[in-house]
């Protein structure tokens, strides 16, 4: 178990949206310091989170981030993008790019960062993912999302016995700037955000926040025509 009163904690992502209101969420659970980071750390508005320079897709920026924020004991990885790239019309640096956004970026931060919560006596990994990982509707954002649904699930397993444990975050739209065109119901940022730190505090393997998505994850078992067409359900 890990007790978010008195953490460390490091959210990726953490100037606007989901990021932000894990930040909010954090402190009022009690978290000892939060670095909060962005592209351009003059974006985090906080007054007293720890602003911190990552680009997530830059070793070198994670690194460096790393090597800052050495006394880190929980690590949410909330940062993404959204290119949307089609397999078969768009071009193919389109998918590369979601790709690097959205699985190796989140996983180089906590390649990086690994060793440094089991320097501080273990703690607890947070990815974010998506009821997208289960439908494939939104081309190459949907496999970057299966592909860090996968990969946590390793690391859990891989963490464990050095003291981290891993919780996946599944979410369906949230209302923030990425889902703004989207006409259909949205989850609010700090409700999203308080349902994933009491999944960290119970080291839950993963935590489903809207109706949605638990009813996707429910139906896996029926197949892929069976959860698309239940998308109008």
Do not use: C
Request: proline residues 4%.
């Amino acid at each position: 178990m890990t007790a978010i009163a008195g953490a460390t904690v490091l959210v990726t992502g953490g100037s606007r949206g989901l990021g932000r209101a894990f930040v909010d969420a954090l402190y009022e659970r009690g978290a000892k310091k939060v670095y909060a980071t962005a592209r351009d750390p003059r974006n985090i508005t906080h007054p007293d989170a720890v602003a911190l320079a990552l680009e997530t897709t830059d070793p070198a920026s994670v690194a460096a981030a790393a090597e800052q924020a050495q006394d880190v004991t929980v690590l949410i990885n909330s940062a993404a993008g959204l290119v949307g790239a089609s397999f078969l019309d768009s071009p193919q640096e389109d998918v590369r790019r979601e790709f690097e956004a959205n699985f190796f970026g989140p996983l180089d931060v906590v390649r990086a960062f690994v060793p440094v919560i089991e320097r501080n006596g273990g703690g607890h990994i947070l990815n974010v993912h998506s009821v997208l990982s289960w439908i494939a509707v939104a081309g190459s954002y949907s496999a970057t999302k299966a592909a860090l649904w996968s990969a946590t699930n390793s690391l859990r397993l891989d963490l464990a016995p050095r003291g981290i444990g891993v919780t996946g975050l599944h979410v369906g739209y949230i209302d923030t700037d990425m889902a703004a065109a989207v006409d259909a119901p949205k989850s609010s940022p700090r409700s999203v955000a308080e349902q994933a730190l009491a999944g960290i505090e119970s080291d839950a393997d993963e935590v489903l926040a809207d109706e949605l998505t638990r009813r996707v994850k429910a139906g896996l078992t029926a197949g892929p025509a069976a959860l698309h067409a239940g998308l109008s359900g």
